[in-house]
């Protein structure tokens, strides 16, 4: 069975400060990845997706990158937080792509103050 | 966002009560994902529905769609306390693209 592991599950960071949060998937051969962004009491923004290790496109522009260094290993990062990356992080993998099930993970709630 | 506005982003219901949310999308799409979200966790698909059905049932789930009026439905029958939760529902825009609509907070009052 798959599983997708999260980390950390909650982080509290100053602005301006870097973050690093990470997304592994275990029992899964390639998958598709991606990353969300959830305001609180809000919708889901697709943030990024990879379909193969060292490939990531953006979706959106949020001064976030991305990186998957590894088949199963997914981090999203900045350099510089803002006010405006407080929310929920929710990493996601499907067996492909073209509408097939996205399966996620447990999210990081970020707090930037 | 591809998603217009959902017809209803809360709903609160009693223990038994049937209930219906629904969604417009803007752009073609050859499935709608239903997702359930419960508080503080990630989304679950609970109901797939693809382009060539008119509605998808699976167990008291119901999801309808009607790609003419580019819009989809769910209903959940006799609805239970345990449903209460929030629910997305979502379309792939081709090339991994994901659109999740607003969402509904559906509570189920006992």
């Known amino acids: 069975a798959q599983t997708i592991h999260q980390w950390p599950v909650a982080e509290i960071k100053a602005v301006g400060s870097p973050l690093s949060l990470g997304c592994t998937i275990k029992g899964k051969s390639s998958p598709n990845l991606y990353w969300y962004w959830q305001a609180t009491g809000g919708t889901l923004q697709q943030l990024f997706y990879s379909i193969t290790v060292g490939q990531v496109e953006s979706v959106v522009q949020l001064n976030l990158s991305a990186s998957r260094p590894k088949d199963d290993q997914f981090i999203l990062s900045t350099e510089k937080l803002l006010l405006s990356h407080s929310g929920f992080y929710l990493c996601?993998?499907?067996?492909w792509g073209g509408g097939a099930e996205q399966f996620f993970g447990p999210g990081t709630r970020l707090t930037v103050l | 966002s591809q998603w217009g506005e959902e017809n209803l982003q809360a709903l609160s219901i009693q223990e038994g009560e049937d209930v219906t949310m629904n969604c417009s999308y803007k752009t073609y799409t050859t499935v709608v994902h239903w997702y359930r979200q419960d508080s503080g966790r990630g989304p679950a698909l609970i109901i797939l529905i693809r382009s060539n059905e008119r509605e998808k049932r699976s167990g008291r789930l119901r999801a309808t769609l009607d790609t003419s009026s580019q819009s989809s439905s769910l209903s959940i029958t006799a609805a239970q306390c345990e449903d209460t939760a929030v629910y997305f529902c979502?379309?792939?825009?081709?090339?991994?693209?994901?659109?999740f609509g607003d969402g509904t907070q559906l509570v189920v009052k006992p």
């Open positions: 979502a379309t792939d825009a081709g090339n991994n693209r994901i659109f």
């Open positions: 996601a993998w499907s067996h």
